[in-house]
T-cell receptor, first 112, second 114 residues
Framework: AQSVAQPEDQVNVAEGNPLTVKCTYSVSGNPYLFWYVQYPNRGLQFLLKYITGDNLVKGSYGFEAEFNKSQTSFHLKKPSALVSDSALYFCAVKNRDDKIIFGKGTRLHILP | SAVISQKPSRDICQRGTSLTIQCQVD?????MFWYRQQPGQSLTLIATANQGSEATYESGFVIDKFPISRPNLTFSTLTVSNMSPEDSSIYLC???????????FGPGTRLTVT
């Protein structure tokens, strides 16, 4: 069965510092991995995805994520955090023939 | 990508009544999904709605409670029937476009049942 884990309910980072939001997954077959962001009172917005190819994928708003097959991880990163990055972040996983599974979410607070 | 709109954006309803939520997409899509989300929590898939076939419901969700229509490739409705306070939640429509696998979400409908 597919599953995705976001071990941190909340991450606090000072503005200008690098940020990491962690995600690990379990899926049979080749994983398709995604990050979504939800700003207050908004729907989810797609940030980036890994399907195949280069393990480092770049997405919107300067975010990137690294697919690590041996550690079954897909951590979200950004070199320099902005206050406007404060939001709820969801990692998601699926394989080709199954539905997408979302993690429980990590609330990111960027401190001015 | 896809641009998705939902109506209504929010509503307050009385126990025992029904509410129909509309989802409109700016392009033709095969797969549409309906989710429920408690504020600040993860998403729970209610059902998958493909045009031309019956919706497929997830465990814990039944057609009598959450009937879904999918009359064409750009539109779907979800009805929350015989509502109780436990149905208070945010309901999200989403679509998966082509072979890209990512989903795009509507802004959500915030439902409060009193």
């Amino acid at each position: 069965a597919q599953s995705v884990a976001q071990p941190e309910d909340q991450v606090n980072v000072a503005e200008g510092n690098p940020l990491t939001v962690k995600c690990t997954y379990s899926v049979s077959g080749n994983p398709y991995l995604f990050w979504y962001v939800q700003y207050p009172n908004r729907g989810l917005q797609f940030l980036l995805k890994y399907i195949t190819g280069d393990n480092l994928v770049k997405g919107s708003y300067g975010f990137e994520a690294e697919f690590n097959k041996s550690q079954t991880s897909f951590h979200l990163k950004k070199p320099s955090a902005l206050v406007s990055d404060s939001a709820l972040y969801f990692c998601a996983v699926k394989n080709r023939d199954d539905k997408i599974i979302f993690g429980k979410g990590t609330r990111l607070h960027i401190l001015p | 990508s896809a641009v998705i709109s939902q109506k209504p954006s929010r509503d307050i309803c009385q126990r025992g009544t029904s509410l129909t939520i509309q989802c409109q997409v700016d392009s033709q899509v095969t797969m549409m999904f309906w989710y429920r989300q408690q504020p600040g929590q993860s998403l729970t898939l209610i059902a998958t709605a493909n045009q031309g076939s019956e919706a497929t419901y997830e465990s814990g969700f039944v057609i009598d409670k959450f009937p879904i229509s999918r009359p064409n490739l750009t539109f779907s409705t979800l009805t929350v029937s015989n509502m109780s306070p436990e149905d208070s939640s945010i309901y999200l429509c989403s679509v998966e476009t082509g072979s890209s696998y990512e989903q795009y979400f509507g802004p959500g409908t915030r439902l409060t049942v009193t």
